[in-house]
């Protein structure tokens, strides 16, 4: 690389936050490069073989609507597909794929090093240089200094990562690879930093599975996709190829994963052996997710419980690797054979990689604008679990939107700011850089006050256009968009004319048991199941919409509203284990304060707000109450 080398915008990191990153910058103009520490692990799933899931789903579906790539690569490289909550409301379903591990990480690989404006090098970054109060460039660990206007820092759980295996531990931001030394500059800095941390399960080989002892998940038929492109085949070249041929039809059989679960004898190996575990010996500083607990949480925390569910998940079509999704552990190798051979199936399972915790340092993300450009340096901006989040798809979705800054403010336009009421990714944000977080944040539909709205199936309504308008969204995604879009005013302008057998088409879809599919065909052939779908969805959640709009104005007005300082909020029936826990703890003196607390959703103010008024609880200013207790 040579010295006087300069870009427009550079990303440091190429895990999902930094791929999105890199192809927003890149797709919006700017001259971006891309530095990671190993070329062969770009797009890594260090974790689970999925993408997508409940809220994550709905925020890959953005991601795609916006320009982005993952949703893209999934539907190529999955293996199987799933719609989660398929018997349940529009709102709460949500899209899951089991993809191929290696095949999503080549293919999207390739995607970056076809990417028009966009460079993908080998280096290490070891300090970000400023002058002036802004970015300068970067400095690499073999002294080179790389001009930049921009940088965004997407450095994943490699911050003085550390690895903890049993007694054993060794830095390294996963197993076999390095950690970064960058978290010591950045603190030089100014900036505040954490500790986290997360952990993975062992990989064992499949060839050592009892399955007939397993209960076999199927994918769905026809599967559901990610991507609003479709068959988007971007080259001739197979890596390109998608698992949907040119017909829109799913070609590739899919893959089945399997469930089981732990049992009595495995929690009492774990019990026995708690005093070698790194988190119980207190050889971890980090705070765990507490969603994603280890198997030694779950042993401890839920004693009354004789077993939990685990998925046995193949990590791809060429591998005999499974991942054993419900036993993260950092316990000692012979422990995690020991317990793994006594859950059903696994009795003779080879462990082909430990389980392990990784420690690592956050920055947390109260020091960022909505834009995710950073408080204290100018054009430096931060994406991902270096924000405090956990998920690939919570890192990509800041990604996304921290690239996209990146060059819009090289370019001196107005900025991309999602608002709550735009996106999952407007609340991701908005909760990061307003409330911060005390543990590895993650998304859940719960978190979104306009969850009805905020459907996986119309984010490319609600996005698609600011895409665009951005630069991230192509001739050929905004073209499809805006057929798509004609299609969808045309079947609501039928919807609101026609009349069937003497009642209006939009009184008869409001019916909860009246399909689409039961209107006759002349009406429905005006278009295809996909606009169908969406249409009827709105006519049947319209006035829960409404009513949902009405009631986030009066909680919004309602936030003055003291609570009692006395109150017990085990008493109040509906709170979740984890709200009581903070709130007794913070023990917020209104409904506002309330709300502002890291981890407290509207659901839970909403619960809160109805039980204070159904009581008479509720105290208007000027009221006398008790203090609030300090934690």
Known sequence: ???????????????????????????????????????????????????????KGHIVREIDALGGAMGENTDATGIQFLMLNRAKGPSVRAPRAQCDKKAYQFRMKAILERAPNLQVQQATVGAIIVKDGAVAGVQTDFGLNLDAKAVVITAGTFLRGLLHVGEHQKPGGRMADTSSGLSQNLCELGFEVGRFKTGTPCRISG???????????????????????????????????????????????????????????????????LHRSPLYAGRIEGIGPRYCPSIEDKVVKFADKAGHQLFLEPEGRHTDEFYVNGISTSLPYDVQVAFVRTIPGLERADIMR???????????????????????????????????????????????????????????????????????????????????????????????EERLRLRQDNADQRLTKR?????????????????????LEQTRTLVGQAVHNGTPVSRLLKRPEVNWTDLPPDITAVAPAEIWDLVATEVKYEGYVAKQVVQNEILAKRDHLRIPGELDFGQVPGLRAETRQKLGAVRPATL????????????????????????????????????PVTP
């Open 467 to 487: 895409g665009f308008e951005c630069g991230m969204v192509g001739s050929d995604q905004w073209q499809r968009f805006c057929n798509k879009a004609a299609l």
């Open 354 to 448: 430990p389980g392990y915790a990784v420690e690592y340092d956050y920055f947390p993300p109260t020091q960022l604008l909505p834009t995710l450009e950073t408080k204290l340096v100018g054009a430096l901006f931060f994406a991902g679990q270096i924000n405090g989040t956990s998920g690939y798809e919570e890192a990509a979705g800041q990604g996304l939107i921290a690239g996209a800054n990146a060059a819009l403010k090289v370019q001196q336009r107005a900025p991309l700011v999602l608002s709550r009421a735009d996106a999952y990714i407007g609340v991701l944000i908005d909760d990061l850089v307003t409330k911060g977080t005390e543990e590895p944040y993650r998304m859940f539909t719960s978190r979104a």
């Open 592 to 627: 506002g304060q309330a709300s502002r607390i890291s981890g407290i959703t509207p659901a839970d103010i909403s619960i809160l707000h109805i039980w204070l008024s159904r009581n008479d609880l509720h105290l208007r200013p000027g009221r006398p109450a008790a203090e």
């Open 207 to 273: 060839r050592s599975i009892d399955f007939s002892k397993c209960q076999v998940q199927e994918g769905d038929d026809p599967p559901p996709r990610f991507s609003y492109a479709g068959n988007l085949v971007k080259g001739k070249d197979e890596v390109f190829t998608l698992n949907w041929d040119e017909g829109g039809t799913f070609h590739v059989e899919q893959t089945p994963c399997w469930i089981t679960h732990t049992t009595p004898e495995t929690h009492e190996i774990i019990r026995r052996d």
């Open 1 to 55: 690389m040579p010295l006087s080398e300069s870009y427009d915008v550079v990303v440091v990191g190429s895990g999902h936050a930094g791929i999105e990153a890199a192809l927003a910058a890149s797709r919006v103009g700017c001259r971006t490069l891309m530095l990671t520490q190993n070329l062969d692990t770009i797009g890594q799933m260090s974790c689970n073989p999925a993408i997508g899931g409940l809220a």
